[in-house]
């Protein structure tokens, strides 16, 4: 598989993961996500907006996020800002979790480092 | 993300945000006025946003945007298929299934153009149900693959010349005729079942 296939498979499914982090700590709207994810991941979450979009909508539509247009000062146009729901936060929760219990399992695999029962019993060998 | 194609090559970059939103509104073209208004002034907001961030006008962020058309297909998936585009579909399926049935547009029904007729109706069937599958309306095929599996099946009641065309036809072409049918389900069907499990159809 290629690096960009390699990427691409990998981000899928943490850019939901991302957002809903995001959106934690207060509300915001499209643009200003993306320039967020952006920082925070040191430029690996650069979401376009064919990306972001579907998938806020997605969420909203779930029911992990609200979503509200607001008018703000200075004649600007108005703007959707997303907020996290009380289910967004509980998928989070469950997400972090799963995400944790994820990378500790693969960083055993990808170091080999890890001791699960088929290398502490001495199997594993391919038959 | 969840599932969902990858973004196509970039292709001619939009020349202005006008062009830009009009091709995104035509990639929403499914989806009901009232969306595609929300979605368009929403993405609209944020290309300006970044564009005015930039400095340098749209020009200076044209290529970095996604496919406009692309953008709006994805917004389809998540808002599925306005009402009218729905039943447009499904009547569409249903006169092409109607058109499969030997003998419905050109009789007498076991005789060869009638069923060149109804293999061409067929075909144009597939061939509709293939276009949604691979636009990314999985939900919207399976729609119609169900309701041309109903009215082939209804068909086989339909009198011509006072018979009905089930028994017109023989044991074999019955079963040809059956399966044919069925094969509409595995076609639309099973992707739409394949793409919902990866989750992010329409």
């Keep these: 598989m290629a690096r960009k296939e390699w990427t691409a498979e990998l981000k899928k499914g943490t850019v939901q993961l991302g957002i809903l982090a995001l959106l934690e700590g207060g509300r915001r709207y499209g643009f200003d996500i993306i320039g967020e994810l952006r920082g925070r991941s040191r430029g690996y979450l650069d979401l376009k907006e064919g990306t972001l979009y579907p998938a806020l909508h997605r969420l909203e539509k779930q029911g992990l996020l609200k979503a509200e247009w607001v008018l703000d000062e200075g004649g600007a146009p108005p703007r959707k800002y997303y907020s996290i729901t009380a289910d967004g936060r509980r998928s989070l929760d469950q997400a972090r979790r799963e995400w944790k219990l994820m990378v500790d399992g693969l960083s055993g695999v990808l170091t080999g480092t890890g001791d699960g029962p088929e290398r502490a019993g001495g199997g594993g060998e391919p038959r | ?202």
């Design chain 2, 1 to 202: 993300m969840s599932g969902g194609e990858a973004p196509p090559r970039a292709g001619r970059p939009a020349a202005d945000a006008a062009d830009y939103e009009r091709r995104l509104r035509a990639g929403m073209r499914l989806m009901s006025g009232k969306d595609r208004d929300a979605v368009s002034r929403e993405i609209m907001g944020g290309v300006h946003a970044q564009a005015a961030a930039r400095g340098g006008g749209f020009a200076a962020i044209a290529g970095d945007l996604d496919d406009p058309r692309w953008v709006g297909r994805q917004m389809v998936r998540v808002y599925g298929v306005a009402a009218p585009w729905l039943v447009a579909c499904v009547a569409l399926a249903v006169a092409l299934a109607l058109s499969s049935a030997p003998g419905a547009l050109v009789g007498p029904a076991t005789e060869g153009p009638a069923v060149a007729a109804s293999l061409a109706g067929f075909a144009a069937l597939l061939a509709v149900l293939f276009a949604l599958l691979l636009s990314g309306m999985a939900r919207l095929a399976s729609y119609a693959a169900a309701a041309a599996v109903a009215t082939r099946l209804a068909a086989l009641a339909l009198p011509q010349e006072g018979v009905a065309l089930l028994d017109l036809l023989s044991a074999g072409e019955l079963s040809l005729y059956l399966l044919a049918t069925l094969l509409l389900l595995v076609v639309a069907g099973v992707p739409a079942l394949a793409l919902r499990l990866r989750a992010g159809d329409d």
